[in-house]
């Protein structure tokens, strides 16, 4: 009889293969023939890879195959880097792709990833390897064919931002058999006569076999040798190689290396005010340092004498008292300027001002009471009138009629 307690579930089984399979098989390369391909909305590719006696599920999710540089379809011969996987819920296994490639071209992609596992392991790609670019170079190295876009590109965005800058072309082959080895003698040029700061390895587009020779051991070599830095600028922007990978500094495009090691004028002369203004920061601070310790130094020697002390207090004290009187005849000088006006007002108001300008004032006798008309006063009655010299007594006669 079966013991049922020695029997597992399906689940279980199913997670013990699946947990055999995919350890196994994390990174395996296949090659077969695409049948039933579908390209789903979401951007998923799910079809079979087969050949004349077997074949298997496959799928390439979006986040892979949107970088595909070919159209996949049925009947096209493949050679796909990916993992085995195992689907639990339907029990059937398939290789979850990263990488495809036409087949021809695909063992060009097994050198590819050969070589860059290899110098990855030997630390090759470390940043804390890569040498520093140079701010300000003076004489720039270009490496790359002396007929192709590429070095056209580099003069045309270096004589715009940086026409101060020599560029020293060393014309090289890019592309066919030798180039590799005619990019690597380039480089150990540049390095034995060292005139140059700064070298620019490059070319235009192209297929995986046109730019093969930037991804040979030859100049991955000659770059990690090389005394002076280098900007690795091969292709389009999505092409990546391994001299990107072992240069001092990727970019994207020929034009982009020549962007990236040209500061324009107008750059220069912003970093130029910048330095400027912080020289000028650090000699002040440096000064304010400076007159504080002789400050301090020279209270502390003050200290040492009473005397010294005495005679900086009243130093100080007759300074106070200075600008003490000073603020008071400040204080005194802005209340007259604010008095003057209402002492002019008062003075035009003042009856003797008015009796200067001509007038008198006449008083009734004997109780001096202003008079404000002819009829306050008899005839033969005394009055007096002042005026602004003096006082003196008359007497109405008559009065005078209007005409």
Known sequence: MTDAAQSITVSELTA?????????????????????????????MYFTLKDDQAEI???????????????????????????????????????????????????????????????????????????????????????????????????QVLKRRAPFVEIVLRPAQVQGEGAAQDIANAISEFNKFKDVDVIILGRGGGSLEDLWPFNEEAVACAIIDSKLPIISAVGHETDFSISDMVADYRAPTPSAAAEIISLSSTEIQDYLNGYESRIDNSISNLLERLWQKLDDLYLRHAKRKPQDIIDLQNKELTNLFSRF?????????????????????????????????????????????????????????????????GAFSAKKIKDIKEQ
Not at 34 to 43: C, K, W
Not at 57 to 74: C, H, T, W
Not at 353 to 367: D, N, T, W
């Open 325 to 389: 009187v000073k603020a008071m005849m400040r204080s005194r000088e802005l209340e007259n300027l604010k008095l003057m006006p209402l002492y002019e007002k008062l003075t035009a108001l003042n009856p003797k001002s008015i009796l200067e300008r001509g007038y008198s004032v006449a008083f009734k006798l004997p109780e001096r009471k202003i008079i404000r008309s002819a009829s306050d006063v008899r005839s033969d009655q005394d009055f007096e009138l002042l005026t602004a010299k």
């Open 57 to 155: 599920k496959a799928v390439m999710f979006r986040g892979y195959n949107q970088y595909l540089r070919f159209k996949p379809e049925d009947g096209m011969q493949v050679l796909t880097g990916g993992r085995i996987t195992v689907y639990e819920k339907r029990g059937y296994y398939q290789i979850s792709i990263k990488q495809m490639e036409p087949s021809g071209i695909g063992t060009l992609y097994l050198a590819f990833e050969a070589l860059k596992n290899k110098l990855a392991e030997e630390g090759l790609f470390d940043e804390e390897k890569k040498l520093s670019l140079p701010r300000f170079p003076r004489k720039i190295g270009v490496i790359t064919s002396k007929f192709g876009a590429a070095v056209q590109d580099i003069f």
């Open 16 to 44: 013990q293969i699946k947990n055999n399979l995919e350890a196994k098989f994390d990174n395996i390369w296949i090659s077969g023939e695409i049948s039933n391909f579908n390209h789903y909305g979401s951007g998923h």
